[in-house]
């Protein structure tokens, strides 16, 4: 039998792996030294495909793990949204859930444990797919129902463990035992204070520059919750915990580490919830949302962030209210649904004006300021632009927002001394080329692009260079006789990478 094996022939072709196949135009043989590349890069050294059995799956063969979750990821890196294993028409294997799956239990024990596992998993193995053996994307009710139960009140008898209460993990999920009196305040205050340090250099630098510190901070603050604590001192080590791992998993979406980003937002939604508390839980969605609508999952997207304002409701600062009506603008203007965007946007402007000066708010909501609203607001109208064919009315809409948000985030660089949302401002320069080009004016599209890619080359920000290329290739295929368009395909074919992701990750 060969390497990558297989299970019983089916007696009909797989037309689900057949659609996707013909749609993705690439040849058997294309495929099949993906499927070999991604298969090295896990280390699954073991598996050689070649055409006829690329032909077999075809045909309806059912190919062992893990080969299909290579192929879930192929197709959907191929296509931007999520191609689950029973898309293709294949079956997996069931796996651990420390490494697959979302539906989890909600418990303190089994958070610390399955995070303390996953975040040491990811640190000896870390590089692009690190688990891609066993970890897939979830979508539909698969991933929303399970994340409703974030409202659920633990179970009587399952409440979490009273203060001096010792915390029972697995014994292979543990480091070295340790003997603790309690961690003083300034100790907690300085784990905190790194956290905010993590968050502003994935601000400025993009993701994949310090993945790894924050995943083995991560590890570290689990090992710290594995001994017994006050209570007071054990919700503040969660909340920790929550924000750290909902950073690693923006990092890894930032570097095009898809499942990974949701398990990590997954494990931090439910570390939020041991922390007792709902406003860092709601942003955590939001994350979550924000990634399903990058990913063509608009109605999830809507799914998670109504569940993150549910869930919220009456704790959320205007800040946080704000963001969340910003994000569910987006959602609606990507289904189309017009007066529903209009009202998001229009209660996002609302909540945002409700902030009060000097109002005390925790780091992590600090980012959302008048640039990012902007930026929000102005994307939700470029995208309504698109559904409706370039439509004047939410061009008009989109164009102010987008040119007050680049300025505002131009300002923020120049004058703060760390440097500032370089990866925003860059993001915002694209989508400013993006209108550009609804308008018509591929000059003014090439000079945003270009002032773009310069920023962009100081960042470690796969989600940044992917939106160049759409944008560029686009400008390409619409003007590419322009002058301007010529020199910036010269320009960005000689300095601008064809991926980054998986770098010092």
Known sequence: MSGNGSGISAKRPNERLNSWFRRSGWSKGELARQVNRRARQLGAHHISTDTSRVRRWLDGEQPREPIPRILSELFSERFGSVVGIE??????????????????????????????????????????????????????????????????????????????????????????????????????????DSTAQFRRWDAVSGGGLRRKAVVGQLHEVTDLLQESHPEGVRRRLFRITAELSELAGWMSYDIGLQPTAQKYFVLALHAAKEAGDRPLGAYILSKMSRQMIHLGRAEDALELIHLAQYGS????????????????????????????????????????????????????????????????NAHSYR????????????????????????????????????????????????????????????????????????????????????????????ARRDYGKVPEIIALTERLTTEFPESEAGRAV
């Open 383 to 474: 995208d309504l632009a698109y559904v409706a064919g370039r439509s004047p009315a939410y061009l008009a809409r989109a164009r102010p927002l987008m040119e007050r948000a680049v300025e505002l985030f131009a300002r923020e660089c120049a004058e703060n001394a760390t440097g500032g949302h370089q990866r925003s401002y860059a993001l915002n320069l694209i989508g400013m080329a993006t209108v550009h080009l609804l308008e018509r004016e591929p000059e003014a599209c090439a000079a945003q692009t270009a002032e773009a890619v310069t920023l962009a080359r100081r960042l470690r920000s796969e989600r940044v260079n992917n939106r160049l290329r759409k944008t560029w290739a686009t």
């Open 87 to 192: 898309d293709l028409g294949l079956r997996s294997a069931p796996q651990s859930a420390a490494v697959s799956g979302i539906d989890l239990p909600w418990a303190g024990p089994q958070t610390v444990a399955l995070i303390n596992e996953f975040s040491r998993s990811d640190l000896m193995l870390g590089r692009r797919g690190f688990l891609g053996t066993s970890l897939v994307m979830s979508a539909g009710p698969g991933l929303i129902e399970p994340m409703q139960r974030w409202l659920v009140p633990a179970p009587a008898g399952e409440a979490p463990p009273s203060a001096g209460a010792r915390l029972t993990v697995p014994a292979q999920s543990r480091s070295e035992p340790r003997r603790l009196t309690g961690l003083s305040g300034p100790e907690l205050a300085q784990l905190e």
């Open 313 to 376: 409701r009456g704790r959320a600062t205007p800040r946080t209210q704000s963001m969340l009506y910003a994000l569910e603008g987006r959602a609606y203007a990507t289904l189309g649904q017009v007066p529903k965007c209009h009202r998001a946007v229009r209660m996002a402007q609302e909540a945002f004006g409700d902030i009060a000066a000097g109002e005390r708010e925790p780091d992590w909501i600090r980012f959302f300021s008048e640039a990012e609203l902007n930026a929000e």
